[in-house]
């Protein structure tokens, strides 16, 4: 067999829209298996089919895909021509090698209405010169096996059983957002899920070197690379923050320094949002879960962005994301002690419940602008691409 039936899910919902979203998952796959033998990616009804090359090995061929935003299912397939015995024939070569289920069965779907059998019917004659060639049980509540069969225009596609994709839509559908990556266990997974949804993300993370080491630095670039996987090209901006951390440490008073130091990156990470042409910002910020984050410091802190501020962790809690960046393979990463600039200068006891007046007065008192604008220019540009993760950095370059 030497094609992939893939199938979406979401796209087919789109209505007058649909040609571009395939059209955009089309080019995705492409780029996700440049490096694989696979030379065409074509678009069928309903269907996408991904044509393997002689030497394209179908292991690592399902590792991309099962990377790829937008795919439900995908089976590994041959094409025969729409025929009932061409169909059962080649079938049965491809199965010569299966071991024994304890059962099977056939599960046809028609796209050519103008094929003489119905879907039911289909599956009545594969399966029955199936069951009579190889005496196998049918079982058509819970089989064992399941054989799948294809009807289109023109052509037939076969295949045993299917893996599972991301879902989502495909990467770049949903315009752009910047995501606040800090390196711990929150914010990769809620890039993840807005990449999910098709959003292109920029990752924006805020260090204190040289007050510390470079730590933090150094696990993001890893996270970037892992999370680089699944959308393909990624831009890191590292945001040198300690000196502005160290400014408010000795203007403002201790409660109001986490509230202060978050409003800052929101408008930092802003400035470089509009630079990259993004139209939100994403954080990883849970409800409740530290100080920083209880629903009246998250409003304030909000507050200080013009943009959107999405927060797709918000109702989760910490077992649930544990469990998520453990299955997205970041949680290995987030674990690994550093020096972030979130435990630089902390308060013993932060406001949990600043109020806005507060914090406004204790701003006005900064050169808050300048500090945005110095930061934004101070930032770092790193990318990665994949496949073939080539990192790219040049220092204090803008997108």
């Known amino acids: 067999m030497n094609s992939i039936v893939v199938h979406y899910q979401?796209?087919?919902?789109?209505?007058?829209?649909?040609?571009?979203?395939?059209?955009?998952?089309?080019?995705?796959?492409?780029?996700?298996?440049?490096?694989?033998?696979?030379?065409?990616?074509?678009?069928?009804?309903?269907?996408?089919?991904?044509?393997?090359?002689?030497?394209?090995?179908?292991?690592a061929v399902r590792g991309r895909l099962e990377r790829v935003f937008g795919i439900a299912n995908f089976s590994r397939a041959g094409r025969t021509s729409p025929d009932v015995e061409a169909i059962a024939g080649a079938l049965l070569r491809e199965l010569e090698g299966v071991q024994d289920p304890a059962s099977f069965r056939v599960s046809a779907r028609r796209t050519d209405k103008r094929f003489p059998l119905t879907s039911p019917q289909i599956?009545?004659?594969?399966?029955?010169?199936?069951k009579v060639a190889r005496t196998?049980?049918?079982?058509?509540?819970?089989?064992?096996?399941?054989?799948?069969?294809?009807?289109?225009?023109?052509?037939?596609?076969?295949?045993?059983?299917?893996?599972?994709?991301?879902g989502g839509l495909p990467t770049g559908t949903s315009g752009r957002v910047?995501?606040?990556?800090?390196?711990?266990?929150?914010?990769?997974?809620?890039?993840?899920?807005?990449?999910?949804?098709?959003?292109?993300?920029?990752?924006?993370h805020f260090h204190s070197y040289p007050l510390l080491s470079r730590a933090s630095q150094e696990k993001v670039r890893e996270i970037a690379e892992l999370l680089t996987t699944y959308q393909l090209h990624t831009k890191l901006r590292l945001v040198p923050f300690g000196d502005i951390q160290r400014e408010i440490v000795l203007s403002v008073p201790q409660p109001?320094?986490?509230?202060?130091?978050?409003?800052?990156?929101?408008?930092?990470?802003e400035r470089l949002a509009r630079d990259h042409g993004a139209q939100a910002l994403v954080t990883g910020e849970v409800i409740g879960q530290v100080a920083s984050q209880t629903l009246e410091n998250l409003s304030i802190i909000g507050g200080a962005a013009t943009l959107p501020v999405l927060r797709p962790l918000v109702g989760m809690d910490k077992d649930e994301i544990t469990a998520a960046a453990q299955r997205l393979g970041t949680y290995e990463i987030s674990i690994i002690p550093d020096q972030d600039c979130c435990q630089l200068f902390t308060p013993r006891h932060p406001a949990t419940r600043a109020h806005l007046a507060d914090v406004e007065a204790a701003e006005r008192a900064l050169p808050v602008a300048d500090w945005v604008r110095r930061a934004a220019e101070a930032a770092e540009l790193a990318e990665f691409h994949?496949?073939?993760?080539?990192?790219?950095?040049?220092p204090g370059a803008r997108d």
């Open 178 to 204: 910047a995501c606040l990556l800090s390196g711990g266990i929150d914010s990769p997974v809620a890039a993840f899920k807005a990449m999910r949804r098709g959003c292109s993300v920029l990752l924006v």
């Open 123 to 130: 599956e009545r004659e594969v399966g029955g010169r199936i």
């Open 386 to 394: 994949f496949p073939g993760r080539r990192p790219v950095q040049s």
């Open 256 to 269: 109001l320094r986490i509230v202060l130091y978050r409003r800052m990156m929101v408008r930092i990470a």
């Open 136 to 166: 196998w049980h049918v079982d058509l509540s819970n089989p064992a096996l399941t054989i799948f069969v294809e009807i289109l225009s023109g052509e037939a596609f076969y295949s045993v059983g299917k893996d599972r994709g991301p």
């Open 10 to 59: 979401e796209i087919a919902l789109k209505g007058r829209n649909r040609p571009w979203f395939i059209g955009r998952l089309v080019q995705n796959i492409r780029q996700a298996t440049s490096d694989l033998d696979v030379p065409k990616v074509r678009a069928l009804v309903g269907r996408l089919e991904v044509v393997l090359g002689p030497s394209a090995d179908y292991g």
